[in-house]
């Protein structure tokens, strides 16, 4: 069986590849590295489009030398099995497609035979090493050390590509390193702010339940006092008829309900007993104050009872009269109050929403003024009035990749006039301008 070296490996990969040679070599000898390691830890490497590598311990086994007859005990190892791909099954035996399928049984051991073929091929070897040594002992030394010179060179060169392979592989770890920190702090950020709804949440549902306690009528000491109550008298009289608890509070309910209305009727009816009574009491100095600038008339005759109901029906109606206009005009400026009370708060709130626009618009007229020193914001379509959000630049984008994203494209002169800066870096903090459309001058 024909053995290749590292060199030729190398060198059929890179004529079929296209590599040099150098990164061909350092390809194979990484791919041995990493198929060790793998038969190393899980004692089993499968490489697509290849096949399987396995290893299988042997135990010590007794065996018998087919030459001499004596026995002898063969230690136990570790063996590498191979298990071919289709791919490459179908590849290998295409040529050998001719030929017959035989079924070999599992567990069949080909240690012996393969013993007798090694013996039938040492006895068969030594007048060809010995040719192959006489042939190397002629040839001329020079050559040797030509190949050998060239292979320190390559050795050299092999060297010098490992150390720079394995600098470029260690700066790609340390930003792998960096880009996971990065994704862990998003993380912690991520969590810490569920955390914090969460909180709040809960907060607010605590709040909820507190409220509803409070709105819920505190009874259970009046319960307890009334059920001592009922059991007192139950054992003071056991013939005592036992009343329902919503019988009773359905009853106090009433009878507070009762002296309530009672108690507001005789508050309105005092009322409007005193009020009358003062009407009464400025219509008759109505009534008296002309009679004394009135000259004394000789005494008229006495009048008779049509004549008194008359009169008095006449003074009634004045009376109610003058009464019910006393009680309109009570009545209008007290919703003439109201509504000037109305007007006033409606003036206060206005002058209140007015001086908040001016205030507002005053401050963006500021703030678009500090950034108005940047020729494209001056003379772009939008003014900045502040801030709208602030985010942390991810590894890999830009001033630009941030202002199309959040802005819109060709926004980038804003979020520069903003942050005072056209670069940014990983980890760095930007703010997002908050813009508003500049009025068209007439």
């Known amino acids: ?20 040679q150098v990164e061909a070599e350092l390809f194979i000898r990484k791919m041995f590295d990493v198929c060790n390691q793998g038969l190393d830890a899980d004692k089993q490497v499968k490489i697509k489009w290849l096949g399987t590598f396995k290893v299988q311990a042997t135990k010590d086994r007794e065996s018998i030398n087919v030459n001499t007859g004596e026995r002898f005990t063969i230690e136990g190892r570790d063996k590498l099995t191979f298990t071919p791909d289709n791919i490459l099954k179908e590849i290998v035996n295409k040529p050998f497609a001719q030929f017959e399928t035989v079924v070999v049984n599992d567990g069949v051991d080909f240690d012996e035979i393969d013993e007798k073929f090694g013996e039938e091929q040492t006895e068969d070897a030594p007048e060809q090493v010995i040719d192959f040594l006489d042939e190397e002992k002629t040839a001329t030394p020079n050559p040797e050390v030509v190949v050998i010179e060239s292979e320190k060179e390559k050795e050299d060169e092999l060297a010098k590509q ?38 709040e949440k809960l907060e ?32 003071s009289n056991s013939h005592h008829i036992v009343i329902p608890r919503y019988l009773v509070v359905a009853v106090c309910l009433i009878v507070v309900a009762l002296i309530g209305g009672m108690g507001w009727f005789a508050f309105n009816y005092g009322q409007m007993t005193a009020q009358r009574d003062h009407l009464a009491m400025q219509l008759n100095q109505y009534h008296q104050a002309p009679a004394k600038k009135v000259p004394a008339k000789p005494a008229a005759a006495p009048l008779s009872q ?111 006039a903003l942050n005072g800066t056209s670069t940014v870096k990983a980890g760095q903090k930007i703010k997002i301008p908050k813009l508003e459309l500049k009025k068209k001058k007439k």
């Open 306 to 416: 049509e004549q008194k109901l008359r009169q008095k029906a006449m003074e009634d109606s004045i009376r109610m009269a003058k009464t019910a206009e006393a009680v309109k005009l009570a009545e209008n400026s007290d919703e003439e109050s109201a509504n000037a009370e109305k007007a006033k708060q409606a003036e206060a709130k206005a002058k209140a929403e007015a001086k908040d626009k001016a205030e507002e618009k005053a401050a963006s007229k500021i703030a678009s003024s500090q950034y108005d020193k940047d020729a494209r914001v001056r003379t772009g379509a939008y003014r900045i009035i502040g801030v709208a959000q602030t985010v942390t630049v991810g590894a890999g984008q830009t001033l630009e990749q941030l202002s199309t994203r959040y802005l819109g494209s060709g926004m980038e002169c804003y979020v520069e």
């Open 204 to 235: 607010l549902a605590q709040q909820q339940q507190a409220l509803k306690a409070v709105v819920e009528p505190a009874v259970p000491a009046s319960d307890e006092s009334e059920e001592e109550e009922e059991e007192e008298e139950e054992s």
């Open 162 to 199: 490992i150390a720079i392979e394995q600098a470029k592989l260690e700066r790609l770890k340390q930003a792998q390193l960096e880009q996971e920190r990065i994704q862990k702090e998003k993380q912690e950020q991520e969590r810490l702010e569920q955390e914090r709804l969460e909180q």
């Open 1 to 20: 069986m024909s053995k290749f070296s590292l060199n030729t490996l190398g060198k059929l990969l890179a004529d079929k590849s296209g590599l040099s």
